[in-house]
């Protein structure tokens, strides 16, 4: 079902050093993750996505890893910068839902100087 | 790379007013378009998906007499919150997906925050 939360968990990471931000999805059938990041006032901002026929995908700086065995996303930061601090929602979907988002509660990432 | 704009970005209304928000896709055509609802917080709520040339699907809960949608082009949604109340007041989030890439990441607008006095 949809997410919905009172208080969002908040992630202190020093300057430099790598994030792990944890997702838990609910859906079996999803098969299409995505991370976004969503900065104050603004509209969520695509990060990276992974299929389910994939384990681990790497950008620049990101990586993220799926573990289908026990429905567990995770997205890490490595060196992280203060213009990383935002908020971080993962969605998942399948075509069953014909693509249709659902998203994770979310994590507040706050970089300390 | 992919741009959805949205407008206004913030509108403060009286109760009652009906209030109507934009949602464009500026460098690609989208058939498709969905609306999110946010409260402080929260995460993205999806409200309804807008559909180029044919009515708006919602999700369950979400009353589409009140929360009219019209998709008249391939790059423009609208979403009319009518008689708005103050429990309308939130951060309302359009999307778009680029034209026959169904399972390719939606690109959001910067989002409308409406308040309703």
């Known amino acids: 079902g949809e997410s919905v939360g009172l208080h969002l968990p908040t992630l202190s990471v020093q300057e430099g050093d790598n994030s792990i931000i944890n997702c838990a999805y609910s859906?079996?059938?999803?098969?299409?993750f995505i991370w976004y990041k969503q900065e104050s006032g603004k509209g969520p901002q695509f990060i990276i996505d992974?299929?389910?026929?994939?384990d681990k995908r790497q950008g620049q700086r990101v990586t993220v890893l799926l573990n289908k065995t026990v429905k567990h996303l995770s997205l890490q930061i490595a060196a992280t910068q203060p213009g990383d601090s935002a908020v971080y929602f993962c969605a998942e979907t399948s075509s069953v839902r014909r693509y249709k988002y659902i998203f994770g509660t979310g994590t507040r990432l706050k970089v300390l100087a | 790379g992919a741009v959805v704009s949205q407008h206004p970005s913030w509108v403060i209304c009286k109760s009652g007013t009906s209030v109507k928000i934009e949602c464009r896709s500026l460098d690609f055509q989208a058939t498709t378009m969905f609306w999110y609802r946010q409260f402080p917080k929260q995460s993205l709520m999806l409200m309804a998906t807008?559909?180029?040339?044919?009515?708006?699907?919602?999700e369950q809960g979400v009353e589409k007499d009140k929360f009219l949608i019209n998709h008249a082009s391939l790059t423009l949604s609208t979403l009319t919150v009518t008689s708005a109340h103050p429990e309308d007041s939130s951060f309302y989030i359009c999307?778009?997906?680029?034209?026959?890439?169904?399972?390719?990441?939606?690109?959001f607008g910067d989002g409308t925050r409406l308040s309703i006095l």
């Open positions: 859906n079996s059938a999803s098969d299409y």
């Open positions: 999307s778009a997906r680029d034209r026959g890439l169904s399972n390719q990441p939606q690109h």
């Open positions: 992974i299929r389910s026929n994939m």
């Open positions: 807008s559909n180029e040339g044919s009515k708006a699907t919602y």
